[in-house]
């Protein structure tokens, strides 16, 4: 079973940009452009894909926001926290 991360541990374990948001945890990324942001969103998406871990995005004109949690348990996990950092390694 996956656990739920407490309010604290979220926050220290946060990759950089992150912020939790109840239980999610969510980043907006700017761009200059909307076609840059569409390929970051395409790039974000296939690395879900291979974690099996898929986020809310939410595109824009010139950013892109995305949002984890993990359904199952209504919360933020390990899992959500290493894919936040993936989705950074992307930008």
Known sequence: MVNVLSAAEVER????GWRRDGTEIV???GFDAYLDGVTF???????????HHHPTMEIGYESVT???????????TKRDL???????DEY
């Open 13 to 16: 374990a946060l990759p950089d």
């Open 66 to 76: 995305v949002r984890f949690t993990t359904h199952e348990v209504d919360g933020v």
């Open 41 to 51: 969103a395409n790039a974000v998406a296939e690395v879900a894909e291979e974690q």
């Open 82 to 88: 290493r894919s936040a950092g993936l989705c950074n």
């Open 27 to 29: 980043r907006t990324y």
